[in-house]
Each structure stands twice: as C-alpha cells, then as structure tokens.
Nanobody, 117 residues
Framework: QVQLVESGGGSVQAGDSLRLSCAVS??????YAWFRQREFVASTSWGG???DYADSVKGRFTISRDNASNTVYLQMNSLKPEDTGVFYC?????????????????WGQGTQVTVSS
C-alpha cells in the first residue's frame, strides 16, 4: 500500500523556518512535489539534481530527497504570512519534474503551516 505521510508543520512567526518531511512507503517514485492547497510550491526529479520552484518561494524554500530513506523534504526559510496553508506531498512515477497537480497520482494527508506576522 502506497503511503505518503507529511510531518513538520506548525505555527511560527514571520521570518522563522520550518522543515517539512514526507515519508514515502509502498513503492518507489520518480518525481516528487509539494503543493500548498492546490498551488504548486516545489518539485524534484529522481536523484534530486533537478528542481523547480514557484516564483513566490524561490530563494527561500529548498526541496530535497533522500532516496535511501524514501523521504522528501521542504526546507522553508524566511516564512511569510502568505505561506500559510496546508502543504501536501505528492509523487509521480513519470520521469522528470512537473508543476501540474494532475500529473501526481499519489498524495499525503497534508500538514498545516501557519505563519503569523
């Protein structure tokens, strides 16, 4: 059974940092992404060498993956109130990296991030 389990969300002040984790089990995937609600945030291809970011998070967020532990991370620095939302980890067996929500077939349950000013 495929499972993606996010953790690491919370309530922080503007300017703080959080690291989200997504533990993947059940199968291997080629591409991973993070979405905030239905809005694309970041994606990475197999191996993690190729990444994409939404313009709103470039320079502040970093997506990475540890294939040995099947975990995907989203390091979020300099958080802003507009980053608030439920963050979802998603996975695709397609080769490459994608920003479209409909190209990811597996999803976690989400983790809440709240940034106050």
């Amino acid at each position: 059974q495929v499972q993606l389990v996010e953790s690491g969300g919370g309530s922080v002040q503007a300017g703080d940092s959080l690291r989200l984790s997504c533990a993947v089990s059940g199968r291997s995937f080629n591409a991973y992404a993070w979405f905030r609600q239905r809005e694309f945030v970041a994606s990475t291809s197999w191996g993690g060498a190729s990444t994409d970011y939404a313009d709103s998070v470039k320079g502040r967020f970093t997506i990475s993956r540890d294939n040995a532990s099947n975990t995907v991370y989203l390091q979020m620095n300099s958080l802003k109130p507009e980053d608030t939302g439920v963050f979802y980890c998603s996975a695709s067996r397609r080769i490459g990296r994608f920003t479209r929500l409909d190209l990811y077939g597996s999803w976690g349950q989400g983790t809440q991030v709240t940034v106050s000013s």
